[in-house]
Nanobody, 126 residues
Framework: QLQLVESGGGLVQPGGSLRLSCAAS????????VGWFRQAPGKEREGVSC????????NYADSVKGRFTISRDNAKNTVYLQMNSLKPEDTDIYYC???????????????????WGQGTQVTVSS
């Protein structure tokens, strides 16, 4: 069964850091563009970041530039999202997603992704 599984979410104080992981099972993630998205109930989904299959190309939403870093370890079949200087407005459910491997371009819109994880909650609060 093809799955993406996020982990690393939790409760953190403003200014703190978290590292989210997105691990693939049932398929190799090495040839897929991977994106991170976030969405709270009743809110629109927002593209946070994406990374090309090689890791050589990345993109970030303006709201997280300079604070978040996306990376991948293809040997571990895992993509990471390092989140620093967290703010209360970063509170959301975070999802990772993978594009079809025939789609090599980094993308920030959810409808361009085929595989999705179940999400991990990030709460930034004092």
């Amino acid at each position: 069964q093809l799955q993406l599984v996020e982990s690393g979410g939790g409760l953190v104080q403003p200014g703190g850091s978290l590292r989210l992981s997105c691990a693939a099972s049932g398929f190799t993630l090495n040839y897929n563009v991977v994106g991170w998205f976030r969405q709270a109930p009743g809110k629109e989904r927002e593209g946070v970041s994406c990374i090309s299959s090689s890791g050589g190309s990345t993109n970030y939403a303006d709201s997280v530039k300079g604070r978040f870093t996306i990376s991948r370890d293809n040997a571990k079949n895992t993509v990471y999202l390092q989140m620093n200087s967290l703010k209360p407005e970063d509170t959301d459910i975070y999802y990772c997603a993978a594009r079809n491997r025939l789609k090599p371009a980094c993308a920030m819109r959810g409808y361009e992704y085929y595989y999705w994880g179940q999400g991990t909650q990030v709460t930034v609060s004092s």
